[in-house]
């Protein structure tokens, strides 16, 4: 999947709604952030909780981020991690299922409008996030979540929280299972074999060798 700035303006967000079959569910694969915007920038709002149900209202024509809610807030979350529910699941805005998806509008501006919904401003440093529980990103087959959480100790865990990074922001989502580009550097935690790093504004714990996120620190 070709590489999008989500960092768009809120004209190039504002798109014509079509017909089609809104506020549908749609199942999370994984714990999934819901935040205030269409993009990593916005503040994380609420999650929600792997294999929940959400309720769709639609996505972006140009970008994989869908108008839901759950647990009755609204907000947006990565549709790749989406999936309707049935048999065997698609992501719901996969080139195969993007169609029976409602186009919906954002307009809540630029990145201005990420500084002031909570979200922090600024470039995505020209990455993405791969793969995850379906695999949706690296086009892998589907199946059930991979990578469940891994077992992580809380003395790393708050070495983690109390060494923060510069955080660096990707396109797409972080969830456990997911890997991350070699241009994010990924840092030691001392006497452990895992390493971290802050992306899309959470602390997250990585395998060194794959550069699988195995936990998010929340």
């Not at 759950?70 to 719901?92: F, K, Q, R």
């Not at 996030?129 to 469940?148: E, F, K």
């Not at 990924?186 to 899309?200: F, H, Q, R, S, W």
């Amino acid at each position: 999947m070709p590489m999008r700035n989500i960092l768009l303006t809120a004209s190039a967000l504002t798109l014509a709604a079509v017909p089609a079959s809104a506020d549908f569910s749609a199942q999370a694969m994984t714990d999934l952030n819901l935040r205030a915007g269409p993009g990593p920038q916005y503040e994380i709002i609420g999650v929600i909780k792997g294999e929940d149900t959400a309720f769709v209202e639609g996505c972006l024509e140009t970008a994989d981020w869908c108008r839901v809610s759950y647990d009755g807030t609204e907000g947006w979350a990565y549709g790749a991690y989406l999936t309707e529910t049935m048999d065997a699941p698609e992501p719901i805005v996969s080139t195969e299922a993007r169609t029976s998806v409602g186009t919906v509008t954002y307009e809540g501006g630029d990145t201005a409008g990420a500084a002031a919904a909570g979200g922090v401003a600024g470039a995505i440093i020209g990455g993405m996030i791969l793969g995850g529980p379906l695999g949706a990103a690296a086009g892998a087959v589907l199946g059930s979540a991979a990578g469940a959480t891994a077992e992580v100790s809380t003395t790393t865990v708050t070495y983690v929280r109390e060494n923060a990074l510069e955080p660096v922001y990707l396109e797409g989502e972080v969830v456990t299972g997911a890997a991350l580009p070699d241009v994010v550097t990924l840092a030691e935690i001392p006497d452990d074999t895992y390493a971290y790093a802050y992306v899309n504004g959470l602390p997250v714990i990585v395998d060194p060798e794959t550069r699988v996120i195995v936990h998010v620190v929340r």
